[in-house]
């Protein structure tokens, strides 16, 4: 517990602004703490899986389809070429600029062919 605390920390002090100013982190960062304690508290308190079920596979099957299914999602949401066709078609007024070179700085060749 106390490591995945120090994790947390770690990673919340790594992203925050308050990088230089330690009370205004911790004055930011203390409701992580205490929400990272409730939900281990919920997850450590609810009993095993097979109470709730008789057979777990199907459970197990449908948790790895999911996790790939959105793992393919995150990944082709990232392209400027989906996010165009996504905005276009379900995105009503959002508009997406094609990107632009910069000079003597080398882009990724897939956001140039919009």
């Not at 281990?40 to 609810?46: E, I, K, P, R, Y």
């Not at 999911?66 to 165009?84: G, H, Q």
């Not at 700085?105 to 956001?111: A, P």
Request: glycine fraction near 4%; aromatic fraction near 22%.
């Amino acid at each position: 517990l106390i490591i995945m605390i120090f994790y947390l920390t770690f990673i919340g002090w790594r992203i925050s602004k308050f990088r230089s100013r330690p009370k205004l982190f911790l004055r930011e960062f203390w409701s992580n703490w205490i929400v990272f304690i409730l939900l281990l508290a919920v997850q450590t308190s609810l009993p095993p899986l097979p109470c709730y079920f008789s057979d777990t596979k199907y459970i197990t099957i449908a948790g790895a389809v999911l996790t790939v299914v959105f793992a393919v999602l995150t990944v082709l949401m990232a392209s400027p070429k989906i996010k165009y066709y996504y905005s276009y078609y379900f995105g009503g007024n959002k508009w997406y600029s094609k990107p632009f070179g910069i000079y003597k700085f080398d882009h990724d060749d897939t956001q140039s062919d919009l």
